[in-house]
């Protein structure tokens, strides 16, 4: 039996709960880990969980969702854990990955803190605020889940999260997810030698977007990439309607004719965040 000055005790159903959930890799449980690794009924589990809850053992993330308190933070009593496993867990099964901006701050894409935790997935899924973290979950359509790989944020605990240039393609599809058109350029720029040109087009011309497609051959030229022929498959697909080149902005500025685009944000403003 472990305690920290009467502060918390572990009994042996905890014990059971800690061995079961630590053979698993895992710190993150629901009501039914407890019924297994205890032997509980439901109401009993329940009950047994509320007891966690209240000698801070365990920190309540939603209804019948818990996390682990580590021992080592002593007299802590509510504790997150990494946010990305814990919109992992929310999201719950495979339909679901870490997107947009948080994709962005996985893939080293972005030098600003970030408050929310973006994560698309199949199903709906209501925003939340958990100890201060906010979690925001955007409708994904089934057949969009594409672009997706695994991201280890720790030794045993990894995530889907969007590749690199799906994360451009979704931040063109919902600049106001990542911070505004802007921020998905320095992001791009940040990284700009690893990005494959093609599945940048292949994925913009896969979600079919007009808008998408009409940022990303503007995003190609003004940071110039060279990659005529992927230029070319997106001008094909151009119609007439003209775009604001960030939604997030007010609509003026310049009408680009090449891209069908307004031209809120400028090329020299693009241009100048490679300095940033």
């Known amino acids: 039996m472990l305690n920290y000055k009467n502060q918390k005790t572990l009994g042996p159903q905890a014990a059971n709960l800690l061995s079961g959930l630590h053979e698993l890799g895992r710190s993150i449980f629901a009501l039914r880990d407890v019924e297994k690794f205890t032997g509980l009924k439901p109401k009993s589990a329940r009950n047994f969980v509320a007891t966690l809850v209240g000698r801070g053992l365990a920190t309540r993330l939603k209804p019948g969702l818990f996390i682990l308190v580590p021992f080592e933070l002593g007299r802590e009593r509510e504790y997150l854990g990494n946010p990305y496993v814990v919109a992992r867990e929310i999201a719950g099964g495979d339909a679901y990955y870490i997107s947009h901006a948080s994709a962005m701050d996985l893939h080293g894409m972005t030098t600003q803190p970030r408050l929310v935790v973006f994560t698309s997935a199949t199903k709906l899924i209501r925003p939340r605020t958990i100890l201060g973290t906010e979690f925001r979950f955007v409708r994904c359509r089934p057949r969009h889940l594409f672009g997706i790989t695994d991201h ?52 913009a011309l896969e979600l079919n977007v007009g808008a998408v497609i009409r940022r990303l051959g503007f995003l190609l030229e003004v940071c110039e990439i060279h990659a005529p022929d992927d230029i070319d498959r997106l001008r094909r697909h151009l119609t007439a309607t003209y775009h604001l080149l960030d939604p997030v902005l007010p609509a003026e500025g310049k009408f680009l004719s090449r891209w069908r685009l307004r031209l809120n944000v400028s090329p020299e403003e693009i241009r100048m965040l490679r300095s940033a």
């Not at 969007?162 to 992001?187: F, I, M, N, Q, W």
């Open 152 to 203: 280890w944020v720790g030794k045993t605990e990894r995530v889907r999260v969007s590749d690199l240039e799906r994360t451009v393609v979704d931040g063109l599809k919902h600049p106001e997810y990542c911070g505004g058109v802007s921020e998905v350029a320095r992001g791009f720029w940040m990284r700009r030698d690893d990005f494959r040109p093609g599945r940048l087009v292949d994925y």
